[in-house]
């Protein structure tokens, strides 16, 4: 079964800091989607970035960008220059096909210090 | 509307009782799914829908549970005879097959069963 561990239930970073949250999974498919999601006090889940298990040069959006390493089965996300507005739950989130059903980690909550 | 809207956004409830939690996806979105999360876990999958059916309910905890879209746009999922293990925040997301994969989510709806 395919399973997503987030290791890290908290991190704390100074503001304009840089700082990565980890995230590991096991699948045994060869053809695979990863994401980061967001989750702030709101509840609505807001897609942070995502990876294609094909490609292998690591995504990047803006101030955040991914380290995938598939043989290591390991998508941690690097967050650059974190602002107020970074502080969230974030979540890792792994899909199989195209009907996307996610499966995703527990969450780590980023704390952003001013 | 510009985004997935869920309402209620809060829902408390007695055990026993009959609830049901309203989706509205983004126009033309396809795909709609229904997901629960618990305090402090990850959103768990409960059912997938393509068009009008029911294309994934492996999610779905047992027969008390249940969702529709009978048009293809809106759907409602149905919880009977609701027990305190229900209480989660049940989250809905929609998607379009050309935009591969990303979840477009609503802000949820915070279910308590007391």
């Known amino acids: 079964a395919q399973t997503v561990t987030q290791s890290q239930p908290e991190m704390s970073v100074q503001e304009a800091e840089t700082v990565t949250l980890s995230c590991t999974y096991d699948?045994?498919?060869?053809?695979?989607?990863l994401f980061w999601y967001k989750q702030p006090p709101s509840r609505q889940m807001i897609l942070v970035i995502r990876?294609?298990?094909?490609k292998q040069q690591n995504a990047t959006e803006n101030r955040f960008s991914v380290n995938f390493q598939k043989a290591a089965k390991s998508f941690s996300l690097k967050i650059s220059d974190s602002q107020l507005g970074d502080a969230a739950m974030y979540f890792c989130?792994?899909?199989?096909?195209?009907?996307?059903?996610?499966?995703w980690g527990a969450g780590t909550k980023l704390i952003i210090k001013p | 509307g510009a985004g997935v809207s869920q309402t209620p956004s809060n829902k408390v409830t007695e055990k026993g009782k009959y609830v049901e939690l309203r989706c509205d996806p983004i126009?033309?979105?396809?795909?709609l799914y229904w997901y629960r999360q618990s305090l402090g876990q990850g959103p768990e999958f409960l059912i997938y829908?393509?068009?009008?059916?029911?294309?994934?309910d492996s999610g779905l905890p047992n027969d008390r549970f249940f969702a529709v879209r009978p048009e293809g746009s809106v759907s409602t999922l149905k919880i009977q005879r609701t027990e305190r293990g229900d209480s989660a925040v049940y989250l809905c997301?929609?998607?379009?097959?050309?935009?591969?994969?990303?979840?477009?989510f609503g802000e949820g709806s915070r279910l308590t069963v007391l």
């Open positions: 997301a929609s998607s379009s097959r050309a935009n591969t994969g990303e979840l477009f």
């Open positions: 126009s033309g979105h396809t795909a």
């Open positions: 829908f393509q068009g009008t059916g029911a294309a994934d």
């Open positions: 699948t045994s498919e060869s053809d695979y989607y």
């Open positions: 990876q294609e298990a094909y």
């Open positions: 989130a792994y899909a199989v096909d195209s009907n996307y059903q996610l499966i």
